[in-house]
């Protein structure tokens, strides 16, 4: 199959195309099934000869490369864990025992933030992060990106995943890359933005709206007077709420508002919205197949309109670090009905964590779906949310406590709490008792807000 998986940029190139490597992004369904499978076997071989995790995963099971014929036959193999990769860090680090090219063809690496235990190493060769590029590149030209735009890179830095990987995204397609970072606070972010004439932001929701909450004190203006194109990004959830995309809208004053969604382990495994915004499109279905399971179960789940489940994906052709039926926690609804962008990638949002799913009388509840409800209220509400459990989830008495931030200038009041509750109750069948709290009373930072904590002496709201 001649198709190339990297799009090289060249004068020539039509800068009003809306993909970048249209080959790929718009390839037939069967034929990428085809290239898939074609890419897998590959993949396997040199998996069994070159990583030891793998080469003992496979023989625990009795598997050997010649044994996959279809894509189906994957699921002879194991499922790999984060567990698996710290455990594998410990006896050979840094990168662990599936690491599988030697590292003096290693160039760069990356942890994950290390939020829930110790982080974790991703290690790259060149073609690594060629590939890295490349998805990175589908996803901004779908977001409108161009060379000539000034893209401020939000994102910390620091070892970050999409800190540094995206400098080179960015250079790759051909745009300025300003690489701000979170490390530089709102103040130095607004102040290069403002310098440079920055016409595109990426970064986390909470970072883009903390930008725009300061912008007034900083640089004296209204962050919409900056005149920023695209305001994109990922890392949390945020960007794919249709509330808070009004919201961004609004104070950046641009309608190009747009989700980027991955897991750290898993580039360049992307999902990214197309303008049309109707669930981020699998963009890199060439780089790494995407599998749903059932997260209970571990069995297959069928690829249809509206299925939901726990997503896993193998590296098709990764070659320092590579994964294979990764288990990523992220809890998918996808979508398969073709988009008008013409992608036939498949669509999908993200609807919970199946570790922080909680049960509450037998129902799964995601916290993500009250942090959408949550968000409904803007502009009484900054759309900023908690859960607040006494004991460790995932069972859960109702009331659920879920404090939730007033806007500045609004007062706490039964009406707007009132609300919340029905509002929550009527979508969610789950009685709980929202705590009202003043604007400010959540940190403002540029990385993770998490929506659930556990708080043995957080005192009952009172009703
Ligand atoms: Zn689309």
């Not at 669509?347 to 049960?359: A, H, K, N, Q, V």
Request: with cysteine; glycine share 8%.
């Amino acid at each position: 199959m001649r198709v190339s998986e990297l799009h090289v940029p060249a004068a020539q190139d039509d800068m009003s195309r809306p993909h970048w490597n249209a080959a790929i992004e718009t390839m037939p369904l069967e034929q990428m099934r085809e290239f898939q499978l074609h890419k897998l076997k590959q993949q396997v071989k040199y998996l069994y000869a070159n990583s030891e995790l793998y080469k003992a995963k496979f023989d625990t099971v009795g598997f050997e490369p010649g044994d996959l014929h279809t894509i189906e036959d994957l699921a002879k193999c194991p499922f790999t864990t984060k567990q698996e990769l710290r455990a594998g860090q410990d006896v050979n680090p840094p990168f662990g025992l599936h690491q599988a090219a030697p590292m003096d063809r290693i160039v760069r690496m990356t942890s994950t933030a290390g939020t829930t235990g110790k982080p974790v190493f991703q290690g790259y060769t060149k073609s690594d992060i060629a590939r890295r590029n490349e998805s990175i590149c589908r996803g901004l030209w779908g977001f409108g990106v161009r060379p000539g735009d000034r893209v401020i890179n939000g994102f910390a830095l620091s070892m970050f995943n999409a800190g540094v990987p995206f400098c080179t995204g960015i250079e790759t397609l051909g745009a300025v890359d300003v690489p701000a970072g979170a490390e530089r606070k709102a103040e130095g972010v607004l102040k290069i933005a403002r310098e440079v004439k920055a016409t595109v932001f990426v970064g986390t929701p909470s970072f883009a709206a903390y930008l725009a909450e300061k912008a007034p004190e900083v640089l004296g203006i209204e962050a919409k007077e900056l005149g920023l194109r695209v305001i994109c990004g990922g890392g949390e959830s945020g960007f794919e709420q249709p509330s808070f995309q009004r919201e961004m809208e609004r104070v950046w004053g641009t309608r190009h508002v747009y989700d980027w969604a991955s897991t750290s382990d898993a580039h360049p495994n992307v999902f990214a919205h197309c303008m049309h915004r109707n669930g981020k499109h699998h963009m890199t279905p060439d780089l790494a197949l995407v599998q749903l399971i059932d997260p209970a179960t571990g069995e297959l789940k069928d690829f249809s309109e509206g299925a939901e489940g726990e997503y896993i994906f193998t590296h098709l052709d990764r070659e320092a670090c590579p994964l294979l039926r990764y288990r990523t926690g992220d809890i998918l609804r996808v979508y398969t009905a073709p988009c008008a962008c013409g992608r036939t990638g498949f669509r999908m949002d993200i609807i919970g964590r199946s570790d922080d799913m909680l049960i509450v009388r037998g129902l799964n509840l995601f916290p993500s779906a009250i942090q959408s409800l949550v968000g409904d209220f803007i502009p009484k509400a900054t759309g900023k949310m908690q859960i607040v459990l006494r004991a460790p989830g995932p069972k859960v008495e109702p009331p659920l406590h879920v404090r939730v931030e007033c806007n500045d200038g609004v007062s706490p009041d039964h009406a707007l709490r009132d609300a919340i509750e029905k509002r929550i109750r009527a979508d969610l069948s789950v009685t709980t008792a929202v705590e009202l709290v003043p604007f400010g009373s959540f940190e403002r930072t540029s990385t993770k807000t998490r929506l659930v904590i556990v708080d043995p002496t957080a005192k009952e709201p009172v009703s």
